[in-house]
């Protein structure tokens, strides 16, 4: 309602200035009108006769029952006003003018009863009641118009995709990978092309549908996929559009929803980031939210009161299932969970080769180095990889989109766009190659380190210098081995500063505070400490209130405690121990790589190896 305020007191306030700028012109047209009046002298009667007595009159003109306009003989025009109850030749006759003398005189009477007469009479006096009932008009009308919309307030604007719209229609061979939750969503779009398949057997299909994953992995995209497969109209809207400043607005937008939903059925009506309206009630501090609970409880209350002839499906999309009401979660709800995770390498190839037909790529472009290239890579990612490739290519001058750009596109995408006009001394220079040069040397030596793809020690994003190092292959699980290998290659930049310098610097800060961090997970949450055995502590809680907080539930002793930070203090120093070994047995190979990055600046995987001349996990601990 804030909201309308403005627009409403800005035309009030336009309709004013027209009325007084529209009055002021009357008010000018009147007064002009008046002053061409008061130019012709006005004389009396008595005077009149005298000049009629005179023969100085040529010509007197009787308009109405008073007024008198006289033509002098010289051409000039005078007025005068006569009594109403008495015709002007028994006035003249009264001051002595003869019948020879009013024969000399041409009198001529004018009759001012017509429409200019009352046009010239009632003008005056209608003009600004006219104008005062348009201004009055005009704010009824303002005041009406922002009724209607406070009316429309509590109506939802859905986006509304139709079916019929070929241009929007996106269909499941337009979604890459996700292969499991495409399988999943086809009783869906069964259930909407023939429902009757499922009811004559008695069958109920869910009538939410809830999608879960992380950003980006094409939560939305699969919605429309089903309304384009079944061929539906597609209503989407965001969760946070049901929420507002004024309590029941929510509610009401909720209804008019599934109202206009009900309308076009069969259809689908998807509700993106449901958790914005769907946490759970009652948890938090500060109390509750009334706006978002009353709104919570009206998309209960509809999805219980579909009945089973509409064939309206709702689908709703979160990266945060864990924060839901349950009541939201139960059977007769959102009973069916489709769980879209990070895509593998063959699912990243699938997507590559969809954004990749929208560019214009060179024929030697391997879409599959680039899909074991991207771990971790969501679609959207993918997608953002190879528009930045396309945008890198144009700048470059070049007329198709070349592999060249989409490994740089990989780094920009992950660390952020190269700073090469940014000046560092020779020190600096030095310090950060034997930094890289550390980690990379680590990293290609140890077992179960991945191997290195790129090293530079131009800046890129707020990094000096990065050693990019990937996996072969995807993994979703990690060992213990595995872990320790990464601390050692955390700590391989600090260490190697430390050995080849005699001192250390400020830029393996963030090395350190990973360092730290994986190896209190591994104690706390892995349970990979042989002091502490198998098990967990602490219970990790996340309250947003007045911003995003994480608290940590201490279900153990102090004394605990200190074991944990002794087991954390630990595994650091064996790793940085074990780093120092690593990078004095290997001393000639550091020199060396380090030497040459100080010239080249960057060394891809293959130049690496070449300039390392080592096989990859050659140090074995003695």
Known sequence: MAELTPKRNSGLFKSFIYFVLVFIMVASFFALSQGSDKESKEISLSELASQVKSGQVKEILVTGDQKLTVILQDGSEVKSLKETSESLPQLLATYGVTPDQMVATNITVENDHGAGYWLGTALPLLVPIILFGVFIWLIFRQVQGSNSKAMMFGQSKPGVVDSRDKKKIITFKDVAGATEAKEELKEVVEFLRNPKKFTSLGAQIPKGVLLMGPPGTGKTLLGRAVAGEAKVPFMHISGSEFVEMFVGVGASRVRDLFKKAKRVAPAIVFIDEIDAVGRQRGAGLGGSHDEREQTLNQILVEMDGFEQETNVIVMAATNRPDVLDPALLRPGRFDRRVVLDMPDMRDRLEILQVHAKQKVMDKAADL??????????????????????????????????????????????????????????????????????????????????????????????????????????????????????????????????????????????????????????????????????????????????LGREITEERDYSDATAREIDSEVNRMITEAYKKTNDILRTYRKELDHTSETLIKKETLDQDQFAEVIGLPKGIYTAS
Do not use: W
Request: charged letters at 25%; a positive charge; aromatic letters at 4%.
């Open 368 to 545: 599959q180095r680039l899909a074991e290239r991207t771990p971790g890579f969501s679609g959207a990612d993918l997608a953002n990889l190879l528009n930045e490739a396309a945008i890198l290519s144009a700048s470059r001058n070049k007329k198709h989109v070349g592999m060249a750009e989409c490994l740089d596109s990989i780094e920009k995408v992950m660390l952020g766009p190269e700073r090469r006009t940014q000046l560092i001394s020779d020190k600096e220079k030095k310090i950060t190659a034997y930094h890289e040069g550390g980690h990379a040397l680590v990293s290609h030596v140890l077992p179960h380190s991945d191997p290195v793809r790129k090293v530079s020690i131009i800046s890129r994003g707020r990094a000096a210098g990065y050693t990019l190092k990937l996996p072969t292959e995807d993994r979703r699980m990690h060992s213990r081995m595995e872990f320790l290998d990464d601390l050692c290659v955390m700590l391989a930049g600090h260490a190697a500063e430390l050995l080849v310098m005699g001192d250390i610097t400020s830029g393996a800060s963030n090395d350190l505070e990973k360092a730290t961090k994986l190896a209190r997970t591994m104690v706390v949450n892995f349970g990979m400490s042989d002091k502490l055995g198998p098990r967990t502590f602490g219970v990790r809680q996340e309250m947003i209130f």
